[in-house]
Nanobody
């Protein structure tokens, strides 16, 4: 079964950095694009960053461009989100997500990791 396990969240001061990891299993990791989403309290979940299966292309929501970097290691079946120059408005639960095909498309989410930016 597909599993996505995020780690690396925590409390950080404004201007600080964190690196999130998402370890994947149960599917052919290198065959699918991966994404990071986040959900702040009282807000809808939003797409933060995405990466194609061989890292050819990445995309970011405007609010994180130049500060966040998504990457992946297909040998380790892991996707990363390097976050720098963190702001209070980056506070949210961060989720990794994949949609895979097996008798139809199915979307999977990790359990999420909390990122809190506060002084």
């Amino acid at each position: 079964q597909v599993q996505l396990v995020e780690s690396g969240g925590g409390l950080v001061q404004p201007g600080g950095s964190l690196r999130l990891s998402c370890a994947a299993s149960g599917f052919t990791f290198s065959s699918y694009p991966m994404s990071w989403y986040r959900q702040a309290p009282g807000k809808e979940r939003e797409l933060v960053a995405g990466i194609t299966r061989l890292s050819e292309t990445t995309n970011y929501v405007n609010s994180v461009k130049g500060r966040f970097t998504i990457s992946r290691d297909n040998a380790k079946s892991t996707v990363y989100l390097q976050m720098s120059s963190l702001k209070a408005e980056d506070t949210a639960v961060y989720y990794c997500q994949v949609s895979t095909y097996s008798n139809g498309w199915h979307t999977y989410w990790g359990q999420g990791t909390q990122v809190t930016v506060s002084s």
